[in-house]
């Protein structure tokens, strides 16, 4: 089964802060793992996919495929990056399933 | 580029009656679209992939005579929401993959059902 498990909820940083949001993946094959983010009454954004390995808005993100992780890091966090993020897989098929998402918060 | 672009943002109806949404690429063409459906600051659940000229594949769980999903063109697929009850008071998210771009996503539609 393909599944895509973000442990946390809710994560609050002060400014300047590091970041890390976990995601788990569960895939047998070889997945495309995205991450994307949602701010406040706007749609979904890509921010990062692991086969571009590009840094976006100093978010970095890497697969690990032993541990079956893609967290997202950033060193330093913005009160602009205050949002909802979303892992998320594609699998087998062609549509990309989403874990349940993490609301991040960034206070000063 | 590769605009999706979701109609109407909200609608409110009646129950049992039904209520259509549009999901349009503006700037390329999609064989492939896809439904979601989002709960309040919950994640997006796929409920099905829509396939130009053919029949649309339903996640399970999903019912296909509730949730009607037509793509009769390269750049628009709708999804009817038929005989609508409170329950089906959602918000409803499309997708579209682009090539160059990868997975797009439309704003989004807020059906509320009275």
């Known amino acids: 089964a393909q599944r895509v498990t973000q442990p946390e909820k809710l994560l609050s940083v002060f400014k300047g802060a590091p970041v890390e949001l976990k995601c788990n993946y569960s895939?047998?094959?070889?997945?495309?793992l995205f991450w994307y983010v949602q701010y406040s009454r706007q749609r979904l954004q890509l921010l990062l996919r692991?086969?571009s390995r590009e840094s976006i808005k100093g978010f970095t993100a890497d697969l690990n495929k032993g541990e079956t992780s893609f967290h997202l890091k950033k060193p330093f966090a913005q009160e602009e990056d205050s949002a909802m993020y979303y892992c998320?897989?594609?699998?087998?098929?062609?549509?990309?399933?989403f874990g349940k998402g993490t609301t991040l918060s960034v206070s000063s | 580029g590769a605009v999706v672009s979701q109609h109407p943002s909200w609608v409110i109806c009646k129950s049992g009656t039904s209520v259509k949404i549009e999901c349009r690429s503006l700037?390329?063409?999609?064989?492939?679209m896809f439904w979601y459906r989002q709960f309040p600051k919950q994640s997006l659940m796929l409920m099905a992939t829509?396939?130009?000229?053919?029949?649309?594949?339903?996640e399970q769980g999903v019912e296909k005579d509730k949730f009607l999903i037509n793509h009769a063109s390269l750049t628009l697929s709708t999804l009817t929401v038929t005989s609508a009850h409170p329950e089906d008071s959602s918000f409803y998210i499309c997708?579209?993959?682009?090539?160059?771009?990868?997975?797009?996503f439309g704003s989004g539609t807020r059906l509320t059902v009275v």
């Open positions: 997708s579209a993959r682009h090539n160059n771009y990868g997975y797009t």
């Open positions: 895939y047998s094959g070889s997945p495309e």
């Open positions: 692991h086969i």
């Open positions: 998320a897989l594609r699998g087998a098929g062609t549509a990309l399933i």
């Open positions: 700037d390329f063409q999609a064989t492939t």
């Open positions: 829509s396939n130009e000229g053919s029949k649309a594949t339903y």
